[in-house]
């Protein structure tokens, strides 16, 4: 597609509850990363992909949290047993790959644990 | 590892008035440095990035950023503010196939 697209862009949920987040990269883009972001904080790393595997898997908040990628394309994010604190935006980003490439941000997943 | 300090949490400036918003990087060479801009109801951004080169970069809707290796700073610079640049400003570093970024400057202007 045009753009990195993220679905859903919104997602309330229970505490307790497993989420799942979807990232569509740019066609083309080997680099995919995702990042968390709390209210009114920055930009937290979480895990970034290089085709479909994962060689830095060191923001990962806790093992609730997993991600996996087909290839060079879709990327899910998944919350187990979700808790309160994981209430945030979280951002995916993809890229052609290489050190200092441009990262092309979606329009993230606004989530809400209730 | 790499890490990125934004030292100001928020900024207010007139409108016309300069602009700098001071960052700070830790990384053992040089790396990847970045400026992005993430406006209300927008995604981010890339206002510019440093390699190498000319140690000044220009980068989009007026922006520039001088990298200074003996103060491990890449400061992002606006001559006149316009009250659309109203927004937030992440610095992010690239040391090696990772991105991070720096927790944000939020840019108030004022009439």
């Known amino acids: 597609g045009a753009g990195v697209s993220q679905s859903p862009s919104n997602k309330v949920t229970e505490k307790g509850k497993d989420v799942e987040l979807r990232c569509d990269p740019i066609?083309?883009?080997?680099?995919l990363y995702w990042y968390r972001q709390r209210l009114g904080q920055g930009l937290e790393f979480l895990i970034y992909f290089q085709g479909n595997s994962a060689p830095d898997k060191s923001g990962l908040p806790s093992d609730r949290f997993s991600a996996e990628r087909t290839g060079e394309s879709v990327s899910t994010l998944t919350i187990q047993r979700t808790q309160q604190e994981d209430s945030a935006v979280y951002l995916c980003?993809?890229?052609?790959?290489?050190?200092?490439?441009?990262?092309?941000f979606g329009s993230g997943t606004q989530l809400s644990v209730l | 590892a790499q890490s990125v300090t934004q030292p100001d949490i928020h900024i207010t400036v007139s409108e016309g008035a300069s602009l700098e918003l001071r960052c700070n990087y830790s990384?053992?060479?040089?790396?990847?440095l970045f400026w992005y801009v993430q406006s209300p109801g927008q995604g981010l951004q890339l206002l510019l990035k440093y390699f190498s080169g000319d140690t000044l970069v220009q980068g989009i809707k007026g922006f520039e950023a001088e990298f200074k290796r003996s103060q491990s700073s890449f400061n992002l610079r606006k001559p006149s503010v316009h009250w659309s640049d109203a927004a937030e400003y992440f610095c992010a570093v690239d040391g090696g196939f990772k991105t991070i970024f720096g927790a944000g400057t939020r840019l108030f202007v004022k009439a």
């Open positions: 066609s083309g883009h080997t680099a």
């Open positions: 990384y053992g060479a040089t790396p990847y």
């Open positions: 980003a993809s890229s052609l790959g290489g050190i200092g490439e441009k990262l092309f």
